[in-house]
């Protein structure tokens, strides 16, 4: 199976900041690289796939990155709303495997 | 738009079969597309289980080993998970996802509400 490796687990910041989530797999996967948001007793809902190409409807403030190994997830102008745990997710191979998730909390 | 629900017992007794069934909307599961489940022990991370095309295809994770059947009933539009044996380590929310796709990318979407399964005694 894949690995996927989160940094940080949690971590806190204010509304307005600009915040990065980065995705390490255990094994190159290209752009194979998904992200989602989940808040609390909520389904996760997608925001990027394909590594960067954003969801339909998603804000523009949330952007992804990388390929390979390495992945990222930014949020630029951090919103109230975005207060929420965030988990990446390969689709490279099976089974599909995700990250163990950062959750994004108010500072 | 495509909507998901997942039901069925909210508790099962250890050893025994859990069932839960998905029932879709706004979209026929005989045209195509894969179907799977996910799950999420309580204040824990997300585990993908497998996954069921409209043909009946499957793809399992092998960290459930033979306990997991995963099938579709094309006639009421749904697909289930059955997972035999189970501990209180299966105790989880349980998710069904449907996998959408851009050639040769997918991802999870959408996502039923989820539904709360408990092994206790």
């Known amino acids: 199976d894949i690995q996927m490796t989160q940094s940080p687990s949690s971590l806190s910041a204010s509304v307005g900041d600009r915040v990065t989530i980065a995705c390490r797999a255990s094994?190159?996967?290209?752009?194979?690289l998904n992200w989602y948001q989940q808040k609390p007793g909520k389904a996760p809902k997608v925001l990027i796939y394909?590594?960067?190409r954003l969801q339909n409807g998603v804000p523009s403030r949330f952007s992804g990155s990388g390929s390979g190994t390495d992945f990222s997830l930014t949020i630029t102008g951090l919103q109230p709303e975005d207060f929420a745990s965030y988990y990446c997710?390969?689709?490279?191979?099976?089974?599909?495997?995700f990250g163990g998730g950062t959750k994004v909390e108010i500072k | 738009q495509v909507q998901l629900e997942e039901s069925g017992p909210g508790l099962v007794k250890p050893a025994e079969t859990l069932s839960l069934t998905c029932a879709v909307s706004?979209?026929?599961?005989?045209?195509?597309?894969?179907w799977g489940w996910i799950r999420q022990p309580p204040g824990k991370g997300l585990e993908s289980m497998g996954s069921?095309?409209?043909?009946?295809?499957?793809h399992y994770n092998p960290s459930l080993g033979s306990r997991i059947i995963m099938s579709v009933d094309t006639s009421k539009n749904q697909f289930s998970l059955r997972l035999n044996s189970v501990t209180a380590a299966d105790t989880a929310v349980y998710y069904c996802?449907?996998?959408?796709?851009?050639?040769?990318?997918?991802?999870?979407?959408?996502w039923g509400q989820g539904a709360l399964v408990t092994v206790s005694a």
């Open positions: 996802v449907k996998y959408s796709t851009e050639p040769p990318y997918n991802w999870f979407d959408p």
């Open positions: 706004a979209y026929s599961i005989s045209t195509g597309y894969y």
């Open positions: 069921v095309y409209h043909n009946g295809r499957t």
């Open positions: 094994q190159t996967i290209g752009s194979y």
């Open positions: 394909a590594a960067s």
């Open positions: 997710q390969q689709s490279y191979s099976s089974p599909r495997t």
